[in-house]
């Protein structure tokens, strides 16, 4: 791990990450590039997966997206996957009108740039159910 990686790690935890993913986006996404690829980088990942889903950390998945060409399939399905559970409890209809149209539009972004499989079926039973809904 190179040094930078080092001192975000011993400086930053999970939380303090969440709230740096909410605040600027763009450290956030460079803070989890630096970190890919260590043995650090999970506990940061599922920090993001775990986080209620907002606008700021699909803005993140979508920079690493853009920017890591080798981000973990699974990463991905387990972020769409929790955004959906997390788009279809809100309660807030005008908070969850906003976020299912920046998913779609997400999810638009990588199925054209062939980033997700629309064929997996994990994905694809996930994205047609919350369609249908």
Do not use: W
């Amino acid at each position: 791990m190179d040094r930078k990686a080092s001192n975000v790690v011993s400086n930053v935890d999970a939380t303090q990450f969440m709230l740096i993913v909410d605040y600027n986006q763009r450290l956030a996404s460079g803070i989890l590039l630096k970190l890919f690829g260590t043995k650090h980088a999970k506990g940061y990942i599922d920090a993001l997966c775990s986080h209620p889903t907002n606008i700021h950390s699909m803005e993140v998945v979508n920079n690493l997206v853009t920017n890591y060409d080798k981000l973990p399939k699974e990463f991905l399905q387990m972020f769409i996957s929790n955004c959906i559970c997390d788009i279809e409890k809100m309660e807030d209809s005008e908070n969850k009108k906003r976020l299912i149209r920046v998913l779609c539009h997400f999810l638009k972004n990588l199925i054209h740039n062939n980033v997700i499989d629309v064929n997996s079926k994990i994905i694809e039973f996930e994205i047609n159910t919350f369609c249908f809904e």
